[in-house]
């Protein structure tokens, strides 16, 4: 299958004549892959940003450590960040909303909803709903079962792969309490779900553009009662958009046999 | 008395003028020798000039007409020289710089890209004994000039006698090689048609051991290559030739895998990659890989080719659907090269029974831009390029560029105004352009020829194909069978992927330029079980 995200007709043109169809004989193309990723290491650096929560917004560095098995299966180890891990900064202590080390928190911020909600309305979104992802580390099965090419006017030609990815890891999450004070959540194990593709600009050098939705049970401090504050569970999913480039090492390199061509 | 008294007197008197004029002329000559080591060339020529027209002495007048010949050239007036050295040159070994004539003819020859005119002329005078006190390195080159002038004029031994004596040292061993190489493909081709199976497959081992022979020249790896380069004329070409040439020879030898093999390795998108396609399509063909066949043909017929003059291909691919029943598309293959090629027959044949002569046909080659009323405007465009990618044809524009550019060079020579010398350099460049354009015109006259007769054969195998797809067809009818094929059998399953190395793209009638080459057909099985 090929895709044509943005090709042009330039690059294909029709011969008058020869091309009658007939429906007694099919044309093929047995093309060897200009791009073999088999046993290569491929380390990519993205750009993240959550794009479905209401209450809060992720922006996080990423960076992805993938061994292809074969040209279908990769192993992938992906590290998401929103923050510096395990630090949560010290409190000033004159103004407990007031921590230092802000920088720290660059990728965590929560919505105009929830300042609208909380100042207009004088509602708080549950902690669950406001707990943030700090860190992640997860390993991915990638399975890639969809190649393409494509070219923009007759600029050269890119490759493509498109995959799928699954898989889990550990992740850290924190949420800010109405009196602005940061809970650590500690550790959960958090469920990643992907996809996404590669484009091919030469064999070692890519550019990929990923859509990764990571999945955690958020246990957090629910409302105080009589016998104590008790802890409240929900299912939370981030839906992350990422895009980046990735170095590709390793590998088969094709034999360079010299040619008087 | 007095009768005799005077007579001795009047002698006195004329030898003593001319042992004057015999010092005066040998003053000139040393002052054109000054000047030419000064060099100072033009007034050096001008000098030799009046030496080598009025000096009483032959011996000066041989060394004024070298030399003259020498100014000329380094002055880059290389066919002004060449009238001079050919004079030395013709005039045979008692001319005391004879073989440096000879010497002088083979640089020009370099300098002109000219590899027709002066071998010619070096084969006609060709003088082995005195040849052999040359210095081995020219020797070597003439050799080679005469073994290519012989091989084009179909004299195959007397040309390898001369290959055969090139030194290993010479810059033109590996084209040496080469060109006795190609006699033993042409030879073998011979012994083909004659039906001789033993004599044509040593003729093919021969060719094979010499293409071999210059590619280990390389040594195959690219440190030895470059030296290979810096010491041989045109290797890198020859190499890639070889590479092509390898696999016609299997083809002949029809050990049609490795025919394949050879013909795999000629890069895509290089200038022998349409070749190769198009043979490569033999191959195929002979090993009845039928759908390898027209991948290969569909590349060739793609809009990257849509100027290539190929009649052959189209009947190949009639040939091929023959072979495997598909009537209608063997007809339809052989429909486009009727339109194509077929029509094209009474233009060309116009064009060369009107009964012009060679120089009206030169225009083709010499000039990039047609004038409308010129003959060979009407030359259809696919015969036109396939005429002007003979490597010859830049020979020819050189030589031409070269004599347009020496004319005007002998104009700005201000020594040389109103003296013999201009009007007769004038004279030689005229003559030389005119021989030239007779030249070039007799080269695209018979290439015309060529392609006319080459349509004309294919013609004949169209038609013959035409009938017996009639034929067969009328037996289908006979035997109750539907003449539309794909009544009669299915559709073969689509190629298999050899591993995930490969990816598999169907084809949509749209070429991909990284497709090109990666063409694989697969076609109804359409034959009827026997």
């Known amino acids: ?261 | 008395m007095r009768k005799i008294v005077s007579i001795i007197f009047a002698l006195a008197v004329l030898q003593g003028a001319l042992a004057f004029a015999q010092g005066n002329k040998s003053d000139q000559l040393n002052q054109a020798v000054e000047a030419y080591n000064a060099n100072n060339l033009a007034q050096a020529a001008k000098l030799f000039y009046d030496v080598k027209m009025s000096d009483p002495q032959a011996g000066n007048r041989a060394q004024a007409e070298y030399y003259l010949a020498q100014s000329l050239f380094k002055m880059g007036m290389y066919q002004s020289a060449l009238a001079f050295y050919n004079a030395v040159f013709v005039a045979g070994p008692a001319h005391p710089y004879y073989i440096k004539g000879a010497e002088g003819l083979v640089n020009v020859a370099q300098a002109l890209h000219d590899d027709t005119l002066i071998p010619s002329q070096i084969n006609k005078y060709y003088n082995s004994q005195e040849f052999a006190k040359m210095d081995p390195m020219i020797l070597s080159r003439i050799n080679f000039y005469v073994g290519l002038l012989l091989y084009r004029q179909e004299k195959y031994g007397e040309s390898m006698a001369f290959l055969s004596a090139i030194d290993q040292k010479s810059r033109v061993f590996p084209k040496g090689l080469f060109l006795q190489a190609t006699i033993h493909i042409r030879l073998g081709v011979r012994y083909n048609l004659a039906g001789d199976e033993a004599r044509t497959r040593a003729e093919y081992d021969q060719a094979i051991k010499l293409f071999e022979q210059i590619v280990d020249l390389s040594g195959r790896e690219e440190a030895k290559a470059m030296k290979a380069i810096a010491s041989y004329d045109n290797i890198v070409r020859l190499w890639q030739l070889c590479t092509l040439n390898l696999a016609r020879a299997y083809y002949g030898k029809g050990d049609y895998a490795k025919a394949v093999m050879y013909y795999s390795r000629i890069p895509m998108f290089s200038q022998d990659w349409a070749d190769a396609l198009f043979e490569i399509g033999w191959a195929y063909f002979m090993r009845e890989e039928y759908g390898r066949a027209l991948g290969a043909l569909h590349t060739l017929h793609s809009p990257r080719y849509q100027n290539l003059f190929a009649p052959e291909s189209w009947i190949l691919k009639g040939t091929i659907y023959f072979h495997v029943c598909l009537y209608e598309e063997a007809t339809a293959a052989l429909n486009i090269f009727k339109q194509r090629y077929e029509n094209m027959l009474p233009t060309l044949k116009g064009i060369l029974d009107a009964g012009l002569p060679n120089e009206k046909f030169a225009s083709l080659l010499l000039l990039d831009k047609l004038d409308k009323a010129d003959p060979m405007a009407k030359v259809p465009d696919l015969v036109r390029s396939s005429i002007l990618t003979s490597p010859r044809v830049e020979n020819f524009r050189h030589f031409l560029r070269s004599l347009e550019a020496e004319a005007k060079a002998i104009e700005l020579v201000g020594e040389w105004r109103g003296i013999r010398l201009h009007d007769e350099l004038a004279g030689v460049v005229t003559v030389q352009r005119n021989l030239l354009v007779r030249t070039a015109g007799g080269f695209v006259k018979a290439n015309l020829q060529n392609r006319y007769q080459t349509i004309l054969g294919f013609v004949g195998h169209s038609k013959m194909i035409k009938l017996e797809i009639t034929s067969h067809e009328r037996l289908l009818l006979k035997a109750g069978l539907s003449i539309k094929a794909q009544e009669r059998g299915k559709l073969a399953p689509r190629p298999r992927v050899p591993d995930e190395t490969y990816n598999y793209w169907p084809f949509k009638e749209e070429y991909w330029k990284d497709e090109l080459g990666f063409y694989v057909y697969t076609v109804r099985r359409a034959c009827p079980a026997k």
């Open chain 1, 1 to 261: 299958m090929k895709m044509f995200f943005l090709t042009l007709a330039s690059l294909m043109l029709i011969s008058a004549g020869a091309l009658a169809e007939s429906p007694n004989e099919r044309v093929h193309v047995l093309q060897k892959r200009d791009y073999s990723v088999k046993n290569k290491i491929e380390i990519g650096g993205l750009f993240a940003m959550s794009v479905d929560d209401i209450f809060t917004q992720h922006y996080a560095g990423v960076l992805s450590l993938d061994y292809h098995i074969d040209e279908a299966f990769a192993i992938e180890f992906t590290w998401l960040s929103c923050k510096v891990p395990f630090y949560m900064g010290d409190k000033v202590s004159d103004d407990p909303a007031a921590y230092s080390g802000s920088w720290l928190r660059k990728g965590h911020s929560y919505t105009d909803a929830y300042y609208n909600i909380k100042n207009d309305a004088q509602l708080s979104p549950s902690n669950a709903d406001l707990a943030m992802i700090g860190n992640y580390w997860g390993l991915n099965v990638e399975f890639s079962p969809i190649y393409g090419k494509f070219s923009l006017f007759n600029w050269g030609l890119a490759r493509a792969d498109f995959y799928v990815t699954a898989g889990g890891g550990l992740a850290t999450t924190e949420y800010m309490r109405p009196d602005k004070t940061w809970v650590d959540t500690g550790l959960y194990f958090m469920g990643s779900f992907g996809m996404g593709f590669r484009i091919f600009l030469a064999r070692w050098f890519a550019i990929r553009l990923d859509m990764r939705d990571l999945t955690f049970a958020a246990k957090v401090e629910g409302e105080a009662g009589a016998t104590g504050t008790t802890t409240e569970t929900k299912i939370r999913s981030t839906l992350f958009v990422m895009l980046g480039v990735s170095f590709l090492f390793g590998g088969e390199e094709p034999v360079q046999i010299w040619s008087p061509y």
